[in-house]
Structures are given as structure tokens and as C-alpha cells.
């Protein structure tokens, strides 16, 4: 069969890939478990790729292709819809981050996504998916890492960063893992594009006790995004902008200055080591 990705933008890439490998599969009259032996994976996976609870694997989909002699069109899609692995809720985020000109974020808790390093993240992942399976982690990682490519793009954004002093000390995947950490915060901070601010706990109380993200576009208003649990909003009401931007310029002013930053996140870095 020779096949091209359909022009249809799934809002769930996870879905619409499990639904192009059981149409493949059905097209071939196979069982999940005939696909599952040929392609050298269990049933269980299969059913979970099909069913777009779990984002295909790269080397899954390439023996798929090979089994069905779909000649590359499963890896091609998944390529296409790699940012779908993301929870639906957080794909249009990713879409205006991908196109920012400014990123302006706030993290009270944990290093925002962009900048975590993979043991980072991934200590994050088991912490929040803990009867996950190596493999997905390993999936969750990769996307999470994929967005800081909008930083190696010719004109990338201004990227503004807050960061309260407890994501510096929340000991996230240990020591180890940590000094890691603030050794890449450091490192990010030398580029022109990229500006990191501490939040000390000596500044008291915070303008806002929720992390959020403002982001800037060429010839479009600047829009607004935070998170409660399981859901993401994104808004461009100028009023609800506003109060934002005007939150982040109190945190700005409060926050150490950005040579301050770095002399606390390299303090906190020989912190953690051994």
C-alpha cells in the first residue's frame, strides 16, 4: 500500500495514529495478536497504541510499515503528529510557543518544561505517572524536550523566566539529578535570547501564587496561559492580559536581578554536589 498522512490535523496524535494502525491492520486482516508477533511487541501494546492511550513508538510504527508495506506512511505520520503525545488540552500552548516572538513565564513549583534537562523531567513524569511503564516515560520525555527547539530556530523568541526559589530547592529525581539541572539553567542563561530571574524566599509573598506563561506574537494580541489540574486555559482578553502583565512586572521587580539569579542557582548547584 502506498499512503500519504491525511490532511486532517487531529487535535489527540496519540488517537489518530492508533486509529491509522488498526485501519492498516484491519485493511491486512490481522489479529492484534498476529501484529503483535510479527511486529515483536505483546497484544497489550497494540491494543493500547490502537485504543490512543499510548503514542506509538518510532521503532513500532517502522515494523508496522514493514509488515503492512505501508512503505514509511505510519513513521511519516508520526513525525506529522509527534506534539499530539502531548494531553489535548496543552496542544494549542504548544502551537503558540512555537510561533512566539516573547515567552514570558512564571514557575512556582518546578522548572518550567523548556529548559528541564531529561533526568529532570523524566523524575517529574514517574512522580505524576508512577504505573507507567519505562517506555512511556521515556515517550513523555522526548516531547518535553522536543519544545526547546523554538530556542535553535534563526530568530528565536525572547524567553523571560521567573523562577521561585522553590523550584531550586524541591529536590526533583535527587542531588544528582538537580545539580544537572541548575549546570543547564546556568548554561541557558548565557544566551542573548534567554533571561532566568529567582523569585529568593526572603521577598515574602509573591504577586501570584499560580505559575502562568504570557506570550507575545507578531501581529496578534498577547495571550494568556495557566493550568488548574488536568486542564489548560489559553486567553487573549486584554483585561485578563493586562492583570497578568502587570503581575509579572511586580514578580520582575521583586526577584533577584539576573546576575543574582545565577550566583544563587550556582550556590544552590554546588548544593547538591557530592
Not at 23 to 33: D, I, L, S, Y
Request: overall charge negative; proline content about 7%.
Amino acid at each position: 500500500m502506498a499512503l500519504q498522512p491525511a490532511s486532517e490535523e487531529p487535535q489527540d496524535g496519540a488517537a489518530f495514529l492508533g486509529r491509522e494502525v488498526r485501519m492498516c491492520r484491519e485493511a491486512a486482516n490481522m489479529t492484534q495478536q498476529a501484529l503483535a508477533k510479527e511486529s515483536g511487541y505483546t497484544r497489550p501494546y497494540v491494543s493500547r497504541v490502537e485504543s490512543g492511550s499510548l503514542l506509538a513508538s518510532e521503532e513500532f510504527v517502522e515494523s508496522c510499515d514493514r509488515v503492512f508495506g505501508t512503505s514509511g506512511y505510519l513513521v511519516r505520520l508520526r513525525q506529522r503528529l509527534s506534539e499530539g503525545g502531548h494531553p489535548r488540552w496543552f496542544v494549542p500552548y504548544l502551537k503558540l510557543e512555537q510561533t512566539a516572538t516573547q515567552i514570558l513565564d512564571y514557575s512556582n513549583a518546578l522548572i518550567m518544561g523548556m529548559l528541564q534537562t531529561p533526568a529532570y523531567a523524566a523524575a517529574v513524569f514517574k512522580a505524576v505517572h508512577p504505573r507507567e511503564t519505562p517506555d512511556e516515560t521515556k515517550q513523555r520525555v522526548e516531547l518535553r524536550i522536543r519544545r526547546h527547539d523554538v530556542m535553535d530556530r534563526p530568530n528565536p523568541p525572547l524567553l523571560w523566566v521567573i523562577l521561585h526559589e522553590a523550584c531550586l530547592r524541591t529536590a526533583v529525581g535527587g542531588a544528582e539529578v538537580m545539580e544537572g539541572q541548575m549546570s543547564r539553567l546556568l548554561v541557558e542563561a548565557e544566551s542573548p535570547h534567554v533571561t532566568i530571574q529567582v523569585h529568593p524566599f526572603s521577598a515574602g509573598a509573591p504577586a501570584s501564587s499560580l505559575p502562568f506563561t504570557l506570550i507575545m506574537q507578531d501581529e496578534h494580541p498577547t495571550v494568556l496561559y495557566g493550568e488548574t489540574r488536568g486542564l489548560g486555559h489559553v486567553t487573549d482578553s486584554a483585561s485578563t492580559v493586562d492583570e497578568a502583565s502587570i503581575t509579572y512586572d511586580r514578580l520582575r521587580a521583586s526577584a533577584l536581578s539576573p546576575a543574582d539569579s545565577a550566583s544563587m542557582i550556582r550556590e544552590v548547584m554546588e548544593g547538591y554536589a557530592p
